[in-house]
């Protein structure tokens, strides 16, 4: 059986504004502009980037973290303001939005693949997909590609992700759970 995959609707909403947004230049430097800690994908990729709009010459930006704490916010801000003053935007405003809430459906495809690149296995690699609760075992690893892996502690080097080790190839390597 053939089977048609669906993008999630968040997902869609972004791509959507992107796409459809006259503000294609400043879309590609927000594309350099990287979360803090996953310097491997860039804030569009990881879903943090929103929207880009423009009101009376003031480039206005929306981003959500990936949960009300997270402490990356600021820097990821003071980056984003960075990159646009580099490029002679001096005008613009970053607004932080809590709803709607991030969601791991909010990674593009390449920002999962990044993250496996990278070594942490993106919430894809969950048995049977993204369940919203987090697997104690079967995560693929993103080091040797094994479903022989258990989960060591819910959490990992941040709240977003959990520790987990290859049975396999004895690595252990962070989660990045589905929320």
């Keep these: 059986m053939n089977t048609i995959p669906l993008?999630?609707?968040?997902?869609?909403?972004?791509?959507?504004n992107r796409f459809h947004?006259?503000?294609?230049?400043?879309?590609?430097?927000?594309?350099?502009?990287?979360?803090?800690?996953?310097?491997v994908v860039s804030i569009w990729d990881i879903g943090i980037l929103r929207d880009v709009t423009e009101n009376q010459g003031r480039i206005l930006i929306t981003i959500t973290p990936t949960y009300s704490g997270c402490p990356a916010v600021e820097t990821i801000k003071e980056?984003?303001?960075?990159?646009?003053?580099?490029?002679g935007y001096t005008e613009v405003s970053v607004?932080?939005?809590?709803?709607?809430?991030?969601?791991?459906?909010?990674?593009?495809?390449?920002?999962?693949?990044?993250?496996?690149?990278?070594?942490?296995?993106?919430?894809?690699d969950a048995p049977s997909g993204c369940l919203?609760?987090?697997?104690?075992?079967?995560?693929?690893?993103?080091?040797?590609?094994?479903?022989?892996?258990?989960?060591?502690?819910?959490?990992?080097?941040?709240?977003?992700?959990?520790?987990?080790?290859c049975e396999s190839c004895q690595e252990p390597f962070d989660f990045f759970k589905c929320l």
């Design 7 to 16: 993008t999630p609707r968040a997902r869609f909403e972004r791509t959507k």
């Design 21 to 39: 947004s006259n503000q294609s230049d400043v879309w590609r430097i927000l594309d350099g502009v990287t979360d803090p800690e996953i310097p």
């Design 79 to 87: 980056d984003i303001y960075a990159a646009m003053h580099a490029a």
């Design 95 to 124: 607004n932080v939005t809590l709803f709607p809430p991030w969601s791991t459906d909010d990674m593009s495809e390449s920002g999962q693949r990044k993250l496996r690149e990278y070594g942490i296995a993106p919430p894809s």
């Design 132 to 165: 919203r609760m987090t697997p104690k075992k079967g995560v693929r690893c993103p080091h040797c590609g094994s479903a022989k892996t258990s989960r060591i502690s819910e959490f990992g080097s941040t709240a977003c992700k959990a520790l987990f080790r």
